[in-house]
């Protein structure tokens, strides 16, 4: 049986390609929304960092009516540290609107989720938006596209795709690039004809797939999934199975359903095929959980999420200043929060270490774990990390692989010397370079992920802001060698006590500071940039010695440099492997993991060398 009066899709693409405001306006037009309601941009972000920082990190549900035909959409991320959350929610979709900028064209994070699609034979639509830009370049971006498509094998059927030229931030869309775009009806017309209706047999016995958990203080766990066979109802007793738990066989009660109707959850007492349901009330429930009838537990397969590539430790803060700043401050706090992000981050990894002071948390990239770090200080969590390090294999050969990733730069011609320089000091190889036009080249490379660690920050200064950098896991490869992460060195605070101008002014001397006066300081922890090579001790607490005599020149103002403030980014790429970042929900403070100077030149002089 099909439903006619349903379709479900996912809109994927790379990073800030405009899916989120495709989905604002689809929301819009289809009449979500009061024709006088005051609508924030990109709704569907309500995460307040996915907000500051404009991009998705966290798959949204939504649903809009279009003649009578419910359309549930998925606004997945388009950031590869969040690959997988797109990966789970394309088991409830029966087809997917591909977004790529008109400009930029296909990039490496869109050819991730294609690829992710075509393996679901999923059938696509592709949306080239942006058309309203000035150096717009659709009909080339088609191109792009099929060339795409047929590098990742796709069939006869997803080749002959339909494509739909769009601006979604001026709301209209077209079938051809000639043809005058007034609305987003012809993207509604292509989902209604392009995406099949879900199919199954409302007789057979309930079988749900839970692709998403999301969590609510007052009802627990909910998972969302879409119902795939049989029907499912309020207070029905029904079996949780995992295709990859053979052993796994609970008995739960379903105590309330809800479908989704714009923004809002609505509950309803039965859902039957291809409705996208959340449900309630089953304590236990995971990712990837199949919800059946007891007569007849037989689990979905569930797509299986690629593996962790970077990890961090996770230490509880024992600095100086420990628990003078934040809620939540013990090993127990820590394990509690950290085992609670599993609930929702199919992407995450925890694990205990020797110590209950530590955790080993292995993430699908920096901006993956800086999230989880940004989100656990606004809570109130207060505790240390390390610095990011990748995760190795070890081949049947007994040789060391490691994770490499390919690096799509595009750059102002003048900066492609620097950057080639750069990339081949830490172990980059160029596979590709072209002029792109507009005075701007694109290369690409092959280079190891723990190449690429603490680099950003070092790109947007060698490219004066003016550069872009995309990079999508590539599998492992050989072990290329060592790699130097910084060249500088880090000043360190001599003795405990507040920042004094006349310690600050001397030290400034010595390179760049990271704080200004009064503020609090300990032995061992980092307060500026040695730009040699070697750390530096210097004594931000040191006063002017009082003297009887004054001169005219005495008592001239000192004046500082005004001290460079890291943000959560840039001290994570600072840090060295001796050091840590302390992170409070007021404080970001970076310190030598041994605080005694004397105790850390006995251990640097006493470490065995690589």
């Known amino acids: 049986m099909k439903r006619e009066d349903i379709r479900n899709i996912a809109i994927i693409a790379h990073v800030d390609h405009g899916k989120t405001t495709l989905v604002d306006e689809l929301l819009k037009q289809s009449g979500v929304f009061r024709s006088n309601q005051a609508v924030v941009e990109r709704v569907m972000d309500s995460n307040a960092i996915e907000r500051e920082r404009g991009i998705t990190i966290l798959s949204k549900n939504t649903a809009v009516t279009y003649k009578g035909t419910k359309i549930n959409i998925i606004d997945t991320p388009g950031h590869a540290d969040f690959g997988g959350e797109v990966e789970r929610v394309l088991k409830m979709v029966n087809g997917v609107v591909l977004v790529v900028d008109a400009f930029e064209g296909a990039m490496p994070q869109t050819k991730f989720v294609l690829k992710k699609a075509l393996e679901l034979s999923l059938p696509v639509i592709v949306c080239v938006n942006k058309i309203d830009r000035a150096e717009a370049r659709p009909i080339e971006v088609v191109d792009e596209v099929l060339e795409l498509l047929m590098e990742l094998d796709a069939s006869d059927e997803q080749l002959d795709c339909p494509f739909v030229f769009a601006s979604a ?191 080993k948390v292995s993430g699908r990239g920096e901006l993956h774990l800086s999230v989880l770090i940004e989100n656990m200080r606004r809570e109130g969590y207060e505790f240390s990390v390390s610095k990011a390090e990748v995760l190795f294999k070890i081949d049947e050969n007994g040789k060391k692989l490691e994770p490499m990733e390919h690096a799509m730069i595009d750059v102002p011609d003048e900066f492609t010397g620097i950057i080639i320089d750069k990339m081949g000091q830490r172990k980059g190889e160029m596979i590709n370079m072209h002029n792109s036009g507009n005075g701007h080249t694109r290369i690409e490379f092959s280079i190891p992920a723990r190449g690429l660690i603490g680099y950003r920050g070092e790109f947007l200064t060698d490219t004066k802001g003016t550069g872009i950098i995309n990079t999508l896991f590539d599998g492992h490869g050989p072990y290329k060698g060592d790699i130097q992460y910084r060249k500088t060195g880090s000043l360190i605070a001599y003795e405990s006590g507040d920042s004094i101008t006349y310690g600050l002014f001397n030290a400034q001397e010595r390179g760049i500071l990271f704080i200004g006066a009064g503020v609090k300081v300990y032995a061992g922890m980092v307060i500026g940039q040695n730009p040699k090579a070697e750390d530096m001790e210097v004594n931000v607490c040191k006063r002017k010695q009082l003297t009887n005599t004054r001169s005219s020149s005495a008592d001239d103002s000192m004046r500082l440099s005004p001290p460079k403030t890291l943000s959560l980014e840039q001290a994570l790429e600072f840090i060295e492997t001796d050091e840590l970042l302390e992170v409070t929900p007021m404080s970001l403070r970076i310190r030598k993991k041994i605080l005694d100077a004397t105790t850390r030149m006995r251990y640097r002089r006493n470490k065995p060398s690589n």
């Open 169 to 359: 931030k001026l709301g209209v869309a077209s079938l051809s690039v000639d043809d005058e775009a007034v609305d987003m009806t012809p993207l509604f017309e292509t989902i209604m004809q392009s995406i099949p209706a879900p199919e199954g047999d409302p007789d057979k016995s309930t079988q749900v797939l839970i692709s998403t958990i999301d969590y609510n203080e007052y009802v627990g766990r909910i998972g969302i999934g879409k119902v795939d066979s049989g029907t499912i109802r309020v207070n029905q007793d029904v079996v949780l199975v995992n295709a990859h738990e053979p052993d796994l066989n609970v008995k739960v009660k379903i105590s309330k359903l809800y479908e989704f109707d714009g923004l809002k959850r609505v509950e309803i007492n039965e859902a039957t095929i291809g409705t996208i349901v959340a449900i309630s009330g089953v304590s236990d429930i995971h990712i990837g959980d199949t919800i059946c009838s007891p007569d007849n537990p037989v689990p979905i397969l569930f797509q299986k999420i690629s593996e962790p590539t970077i990890a961090m430790y996770f230490n509880v803060n024992d600095s100086p200043l420990a628990g003078k700043e934040g809620k939540f401050i013990t090993s127990r706090h820590l394990r509690e929060r950290l085992l609670r992000e599993l609930n929702t981050d199919v992407s995450l990894r925890v694990e205990e270490t020797d110590t209950t002071e530590s955790f």
